[in-house]
């Protein structure tokens, strides 16, 4: 990754918004294949490294410095305790503040310099304007989208009515999910034609309809009409999916697909593993997007697997947005090992659900019991 956000102030800070905003910032400026380090740290050290470097012994709120490398465009450090107060007299967060100096030491690091002249001051400033403007227009974190099979599984499992995905959606979405998504399959082992049916009906935010590019399928999403549909492979022996979509070795019987749902005013996203010919072929058969299949990341065995996984998505993330495909991103992600894909800027949305499920059983089950025992022993 070219951005490298680093803080050792004394109280936390949301460093993965911070490293989205720089990589945005840096695709702003087309920089992208230039390496940034953002370090935010307190008074008392940025005073010292401005004593050290510019013989000035007192604190500053951001200082720059500039690589003059092709490869790598500065540091920049940036004091929590100034931004802090900057922020109360600006009206502003914390968190917008060190985001304006964030932009402030990059258009340092572009070559504009605020000291030099009454232009330059103005130049500097209608470019830190701009920058901002062009940032906040944008969503800058990911969506989170909750797969709530799941549920289903469950209910399923005793063939009743109960726990209902359509009731789950509800709480989910109150709970500030960005959308919803369900994977209608073949063999209906989890999800239903009536779910799909009823969450179009109640979801609020998106819905998302995961299904295998079939006539049948084609047929229920065109009549439907989820806000996308994320087409899968689909193996009837398989637990959950397993590899990504081949489209390129199906391009012409998923071009078809993908213009059947677009006949039907369906956007579409393809679920490929994190390969360029993948990504290519998604391209070119017309889909908007893509979703990465992260369960090669997910399922590493080993730290050195893990990393070169995920370099890949990077990789691959980066490639598909430079061909103008949307970057999803799901599959056996967990608690532990989602943050850091989190930070990839070019991933807008994920698609996570068995983690969720399973946690949402061991957090509720305490209270669960409880409401039972109040039943059964009136305590
Ligand atoms: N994305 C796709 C295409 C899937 O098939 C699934 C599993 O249904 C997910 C994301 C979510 O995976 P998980 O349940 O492992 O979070």
């Known amino acids: ?57 007192w604190p500053t709120n951001c200082i720059s410095f500039s690589m003059d490398e092709s490869d790598v465009l500065g540091d920049i450090v940036i004091s929590v305790d100034r931004a802090k107060k900057e922020a109360e007299l600006g009206i502003t967060t914390v968190k917008i503040r060190l985001v304006e100096l964030v932009i402030h030491g990059l258009v340092h690091l572009l070559g504009f310099d605020h000291e030099l002249s009454e232009e330059e001051r103005m130049a ?13 227009r944008r969503n800058v974190m990911a969506d989170l989208c909750i797969n709530v099979d799941h549920v289903a599984t469950i209910r399923q ?14 709480i989910v979405e109150l709970a500030g999910a960005d959308g919803i998504v369900v994977h209608l399959r073949e063999d209906r082992r989890h999800i239903q ?44 022996q398989e637990l959950t999916t397993e590899g990504g979509l081949d489209v390129k070795g199906l391009e012409s019987s998923i071009k ?5 749902l677009h006949d039907a005013g369906i956007p579409v996203s393809l679920f490929v593993d994190p390969e360029e010919d993948q990504i290519e072929a ?3 058969v017309g889909a908007e997007c893509i979703e990465i299949h992260t369960g090669r990341y997910a399922d590493a065995e080993d730290a050195e697997t893990q990393d070169r996984e995920f370099e890949q998505i990077v990789k691959m993330a980066k490639f598909a947005s430079d061909v103008g495909l949307r970057v999803h991103a799901g599959h056996g ?38 409401d039972m025992l109040k039943i059964v022993k009136g305590m």
């Open 1 to 57: 990754m070219p951005v490298f956000v680093k803080s050792n102030y004394k109280e936390p800070l949301p460093l993965i918004y911070f490293e989205r905003c720089c990589n945005e910032l840096l695709r702003l400026v087309n920089r992208s294949h230039q390496e940034l380090n953002v370090f935010f740290t307190d008074d008392e050290e940025i005073k010292s490294i401005n004593e050290k470097w510019f013989n000035r012994p």
């Open 124 to 136: 500097m400033e209608q470019e830190e304007f701009i920058l901002k403007t062009r940032l906040f």
């Open 157 to 170: 499992a005793r063939g009743g009515t109960e726990p209902d995905p359509v009731v789950a959606a509800g």
């Open 193 to 236: 034609d009536r779910d799909v049916r009823l969450l179009r009906q109640t979801v609020q935010t998106r819905l998302t309809l995961e299904m295998a590019a079939t006539d049948e399928m084609i047929k229920i999403a065109s009549e439907i009409k989820p806000d996308i549909v994320t087409l899968v492979p689909e193996k009837r």
């Open 256 to 260: 078809d697909a993908v213009n059947r």
């Open 282 to 284: 998604s391209s070119r």
């Open 333 to 370: 992600l967990k608690y532990h090992n989602t943050a850091r894909l989190a930070a990839i800027s070019e991933i807008v949305e994920f698609s996570i659900g068995h983690s969720i499920i399973s946690r949402a059983v061991m957090v509720g089950l305490d209270k669960a019991v409880r």
